[in-house]
């Protein structure tokens, strides 16, 4: 056992962020008001979307876009391997989501599967980027144009990233971001769908305020998805700081990239061509078969090591029990990696000696656990 702890995904707010939530709390104007609209203007300033629409998490940005879509029985293309909001707020807007393959080696949407499971009835296409990675999305959206299918990217791990040289928020139709504490940055809870169309933009900004459009004039029935004037302050500073978070995450990504080259045992999430990853997680694939224990048992050992870690994810959603009516087969690879997957420490927070201590520890495990081979 070590006294030394890394912590996963630590987070601190700095002196900037408290301020600004101090003077909006002693201005007493804490409902969505100037400081919303404030960040909002910042966010489209930032990543050069034309529309961006605050929301109260990442969850009830992705549900917005998805109600600003689809029709009642439409079908989603949803890789299995990412966060359950993903595929659950297509169920919430009443739409069925078609569980597909990722990659197996940027682990995201793989698009192959796109056409094999399309259906008279599908209606968009929902792509992940996920752990700050970007899907292929050149790809993605030829099959989209062809088929006249719709998008919705679920960006929420992934404010930062760019593909092909622009920000991935400028991506059609509508790209939904949350700034929960362990995301690129943070308003507490809180999120954003961020849209170049501007029929769509409306329509999500009637659904997140009950249809509002004047006092107690309701268009159509709608949530209060609305951000707190708090969460936006923060947000605001935040954001402010989002290039110099990511530049620390690369750099730490980097040391790991450097110490883990060329080790066999496991692997590293590949790069999408085109993308700049932004490294919201860094996470690691064991290659269980060489290793004489399990990931589980792995990443407990790793923990008494003094290094923090989690499994994202340690199911394919097509295996969650919330979906079992709709589960469409065997995913090979959304399945194989959920059971080799394992997430190391990683945030802007971290130093150095906290990165190289971490990967001398799964190194010093790796070799460790190595399944001995006998030599016959
Ligand atoms: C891929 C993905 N989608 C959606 C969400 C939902 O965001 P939030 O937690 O802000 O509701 C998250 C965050 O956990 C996520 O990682």
């Known amino acids: ?175 939904c971001f949350s700034f929960y504490p362990t995301k690129n940055m943070t308003t507490g809870e809180g999120g954003m769908v961020a849209t170049n169309d501007e029929v769509m933009a409306a329509k999500i900004r009637l659904l997140k305020n009950h249809g509002h459009t004047e006092k107690y004039v309701h268009q159509i029935v709608g949530f209060n998805y609305r951000m707190s004037e708090v969460e936006a302050a923060i947000g605001k500073v935040q954001l402010s700081q989002l290039d110099s978070f990511i530049e620390k995450r690369k750099k730490l990504a980097n040391i790991y990239i450097e110490a883990f080259r060329g080790n066999a045992s496991f692997k590293i999430q590949s790069v999408t061509a085109g993308a700049n990853h932004s490294y919201n997680y860094f996470s690691i694939a064991l290659n269980t078969d060489q290793l004489s224990v399990s990931r589980d048992e792995f990443a407990k050992a790793l923990d008494g090591e003094g290094v923090q870690n989690a499994v994202h994810y340690p199911r394919g959603l097509h295996q969650q029990p919330a979906f079992s009516g709709l589960a469409n087969g065997v995913l090979p690879h959304a399945e194989s990696l959920s059971g080799r997957i394992l997430s190391l420490p990683m945030s802007p927070f971290l130093n150095e000696v906290d990165i190289r201590y971490a990967s001398e520890k799964v190194l010093f495990l790796i070799k460790k656990f190595a399944r001995r081979h006998v030599l016959a």
């Open 1 to 175: 056992m070590t006294s030394r702890k890394v912590l996963l995904s630590p987070i601190h707010l700095q002196d900037r962020e408290i301020q600004a939530a101090n003077e909006v709390m002693r201005s007493g104007r804490l409902r969505e008001g100037a400081k919303t609209r404030e960040l909002e203007e910042a966010f489209k300033s930032r990543t050069g979307v034309s529309h961006a629409v605050a929301a109260s998490s990442g969850t009830a940005a992705l549900h917005l876009a998805y109600l600003a879509m689809l029709q009642p029985g439409d079908e989603v293309l949803v890789p299995s391997f990412t966060f359950i909001a993903t595929a659950s707020m297509i169920v919430m807007a009443g739409g069925r989501p078609v569980f597909c393959d990722i990659e197996p080696d940027t682990w995201t949407l793989d698009p192959a599967e796109i056409e094999k499971r399309l259906t008279p009835k599908t209606k968009a296409i929902a792509g992940v980027h996920l752990f700050g990675n970007a899907c292929d999305i050149a790809t993605i959206q030829k099959i989209a144009d062809k088929r006249g299918l719709g998008i919705i990217w679920d960006a929420a791990q992934a404010l930062g990233t760019s593909y092909q040289g622009r920000d991935l928020a400028q991506y059609r139709d509508a790209v």
